[in-house]
């Protein structure tokens, strides 16, 4: 191989390497060793708050849900089939969680409808469901098939201010993050070697020779 596309070679071997090191070490240290990701957001408008399966169940890995309302009224938070839960929501006024942002750790809320959720309590499609002041969370585990979880008042008291947060950890993650730091050190350390390696050997080379004469 040319001595100037070998080292153009290493050069952008060193490049991506670095790349992957920065990339995968910020990753870990971003996950922590438990491999959490969180993402929350606050919604001002009334009315219950909507996760649909395109968020929820995005990940095959189990989802906290938590809610916190900052008037510390009650709060409840339930799970159900999607078209279960659609047929329940209906035409009531909500907020659709409906983008996740990483590694920013923000959701996109989408108001619709209008008029009180109501049902609610009466229901019985709820496959998970949990009770609070101030705050509730159940954890959702995936394999259930689409599912749709509603955040609620739990009393009579309309649901404003309200911050709804989701966590998915995955020890995994977090390993597979150091994994791609560790071979990203490994690709710049033999790239910056080889190129070291062939400037190395053309500086011991004639200068007559290395001009062909």
Known sequence: MPTTTRRVLGVVVAVLGAALTVFGAWTALTLGP???VRF???SKAPGALVVEPDVLNSVDVPVRVRATRSDGGALRVVVAPSADARAIVATSAVSRVSGVHYPRGTLDLRASGAGELTGLDTADVW???????????LVVNQGAGPETAVVASGDAT????????LTWAARSWFFEALALA???????????????HTRSQVHSIPPGARHGG
């Not at 496959?127 to 969370?137: C, P």
């Not at 560790?182 to 070291?196: H, Q, R």
Request: glycine share 12%; hydrophobic share 45%; no cysteine.
């Open 34 to 36: 438990s491999g959490e």
């Open 182 to 196: 560790v071979i990203g050190a490994i690709m710049t350390a033999f790239a910056l070697g080889d190129l070291w």
């Open 158 to 165: 309309p649901l404003r201010d309200v911050t709804v947060t």
């Open 40 to 42: 929350s957001v606050t």
């Open 127 to 137: 496959r998970l469901s949990a009770k609070g002041t101030g705050s509730a969370q």
